[in-house]
T-cell receptor, first 116, second 114 residues
Framework: AQSVSQHNHHVILSEAASLELGCNYS??????LFWYVQYPGQHLQLLLK??????LVKGIKGFEAEFIKSKFSFNLRKPSVQWSDTAEYFC??????????????FGKGTHLIIQP | NAGVTQTPKFRVLKTGQSMTLLCAQD?????MYWYRQDPGMGLRLIHY???????AKGEVPDGYNVSRLKKQNFLLGLESAAPSQTSVYFC?????????????FGPGTRLLVL
């Protein structure tokens, strides 16, 4: 069974600070990796995804993530955060061979608070 | 396109009552999923369906039943609600045909069981 670990449950930053949220997964095969964001009172939105190719993927709102296969990691980054980035961030994985049939396995989430 | 919609948005139940949550998608997606979200737990898969008439158990299926009678609808039932089922329930769907599945989520149903 696959699992996802997000290292930081709560992160507080000031505006313009740089952000890096850690995500590690455990699965022996090929995976598809995702970062979702949930703004207060809203549903999950896809930030970015990795399926194959360039391990550095860019998403919406200036976010990017780097897939490091040797470390089983898929960390999320943003050079300069804004107050509007306050949200819950979830890393998720699905097995490539499963074709998505077995659903996503989520990390427990990181609650990010940006102080003005 | 409305995407993925969920009904109701919020519901309060008493222990032992039953209810059905409805998920509908208008994207002709083959796969549909039900997740529950609890504080500090992330989202966990309850049940899923890979096509009309098929369902399968996810990580936390106990106390829930599902049905997929129509491709566009995926129903989640609670036969006898328990306080432990207080949660936010999210439905999602995806199209696996491209081999690059991305799940699209509904707005959620907040359920409180007293």
């Amino acid at each position: 069974a696959q699992s996802v670990s997000q290292h930081n449950h709560h992160v507080i930053l000031s505006e313009a600070a740089s952000l890096e949220l850690g995500c590690n997964y455990s699965y022996g095969g090929t995976v598809n990796l995702f970062w979702y964001v949930q703004y207060p009172g809203q549903h999950l939105q896809l930030l970015l995804k990795y399926f194959s190719g360039d391990p550095l993927v860019k998403g919406i709102k200036g976010f990017e993530a780097e897939f490091i296969k040797s470390k089983f990691s898929f960390n999320l980054r943003k050079p300069s955060v804004q107050w509007s980035d306050t949200a819950e961030y979830f890393c998720a994985v699905t097995s490539y061979s499963g074709g998505g049939a077995d659903g996503l396995t989520f990390g427990k989430g990181t609650h990010l608070i940006i102080q003005p | 396109n409305a995407g993925v919609t969920q009904t109701p948005k919020f519901r309060v139940l008493k222990t032992g009552q039953s209810m059905t949550l409805l998920c509908a998608q208008d994207m002709n997606h083959e796969y549909m999923y039900w997740y529950r979200q609890d504080p500090g737990m992330g989202l966990r898969l309850i049940h899923y369906s890979v096509g009309e008439g098929t369902t399968a158990k996810g990580e936390v299926p106990d106390g829930y039943n599902v049905s997929r009678l129509k491709k566009q609808n995926f129903l989640l039932g609670l036969e006898s609600a328990a306080p432990s089922q207080t949660s936010v329930y999210f439905c999602a769907s995806t199209d696996p045909s491209s081999g690059r599945e991305t799940q699209y989520f509904g707005p959620g149903t907040r359920l409180l069981v007293l």
